[in-house]
């Protein structure tokens, strides 16, 4: 079993939820993912919504619908009559697996995604091990014995050690009891000792919301809301290094792990009202804000084609023609030559990434051009 089988297992539950809440059929829905999931990663998404028998509509970027919500939350989202003054949010999402960081320029009626970065491979899950580690390091040294060599006990164990996680956001200090094979260990974990634990990991949140604020050329000063999104910002920590970052609190008028939910259930609102006008349950009110409201995004990897070196013909290279963070739709236009001379046909290979050595990359696809003169 693959990831796209454990995903559509929760979105068939979530299916299933939504039918017995609104007693009826539903069919289509919105998926949200973190705004740096690669190609295959979204389209893996996409086949888990199919399998779980949705019809997906869209799959929309989380801080997107984080941004939908927070206008909506403040009554600013498509109003049409209000001062169409623009501003500038960095959307701070620290998920339990994956973390990123986005600008986006809004005013009530229009949103502009400025730059994205983050990685999918950071999350509160990897403040949690991080714990579990010490505390089962404490444990081999009082006993002898290692809990993380015990598939049950390493559970029950991370199981521990999350919840210490999370009470360390309202507390200064809990006391962790974790019993194994008779052996009980009892320790005080203080939020300071958590936080020195975890120091290095907050540091690459903050080194990449500076490459993406450097990368656009403004200032923190001209950054005018900061907004939580994922449950792990609950963490003092997290608020703390922002605010010394950027010189103001981060805003709490959404709460961080609804706020994606949200702004999907309005974008998908606002699909609907495009494409149909709207549902009767909705206001003409609301069904005139929806219908006024755009967007612009931006390409979260950069997009080229595969190309030979010309100084090591056995050498592919990433060709990038899209920069990453280029504003969408974009048409992009070049002139190559072949490798031989006169070919009938050429085979073209499409690539999603960063680095030069085209083996670095995500390929996403190809297509032959034939029937050349």
């Known amino acids: ?20 809440k609104l007693g009826g059929p539903v ?67 620290l998920g339990g697996g994956t973390f990123d960081v986005t600008l986006v320029k809004y005013t009530p009626t229009s949103f502009q995604v400025l730059a994205t970065d983050g990685d999918t491979f950071l999350g509160g899950l990897d403040w949690t091990r991080r714990l579990v580690n010490h505390v089962a390091e404490m444990f081999r040294n009082h006993f002898r014995i290692d809990p993380r060599d015990d598939g049950r006990a390493r559970l029950a164990l991370t199981e521990e050690c999350d919840d210490v996680k999370r009470l360390l956001s309202e507390h200064e200090e809990w006391l962790l009891e974790f019993t194994y094979r008779d052996k009980t260990l009892k320790t005080v974990i203080t939020r300071a000792e958590f936080e020195k634990l975890t120091a290095d990991m907050l540091q690459r949140t903050r080194d990449t919301t500076e490459f993406v604020i450097d990368g656009v050329g403004i200032t923190p000063d001209e950054i005018d809301e900061v907004v939580l999104i994922g449950g792990s910002t609950y963490m003092p920590a997290v608020t703390n290094m922002l605010e010394e970052m950027l010189g103001r609190p981060p805003v709490r008028i959404l709460d961080p792990q609804l706020a994606v939910a949200q702004g999907a259930a309005i974008h998908a609102a606002i699909l609907e009202v495009r494409e149909t006008g709207g549902s009767g349950s909705l206001s003409a009110g609301v069904l005139k804000r929806l219908s006024s409201i755009s967007s612009i995004d931006v390409n979260a990897h950069s997009l080229g084609i595969e190309i030979t070196d010309p100084a090591d013909k056995a050498r592919k290279l990433n060709h990038i023609m899209i920069p990453r963070n280029t504003p969408l739709p974009v048409e992009f236009k ?31 696809g190809d297509f032959r051009i034939s029937g050349l003169p």
């Open 1 to 20: 079993m693959n990831a796209e089988f454990f995903s559509a297992l929760i979105l068939l539950k979530l299916k299933q939820d939504a039918e017995a």
């Open 27 to 93: 069919a289509n829905c919105v998926i949200t993912v973190p705004y740096y999931f690669n190609d295959p990663c979204r389209r893996a998404t996409q086949n888990a919504g199919t399998i779980a028998g949705l019809n997906v509509v869209d799959i929309l970027n989380e801080p997107t619908a984080a941004t939908l919500a927070y206008a909506w939350n403040k009554g600013e989202l498509g109003r049409a009559d209000l001062a169409q003054t623009e501003r500038t949010i960095l959307v701070y999402d």
């Open 334 to 364: 070049q002139r190559f030559v072949t490798n031989t001379a006169n070919p009938s046909g050429i085979l073209v290979r499409l690539l999603e990434g960063e680095t030069k050595d085209a083996s670095g990359c995500t390929f996403i």
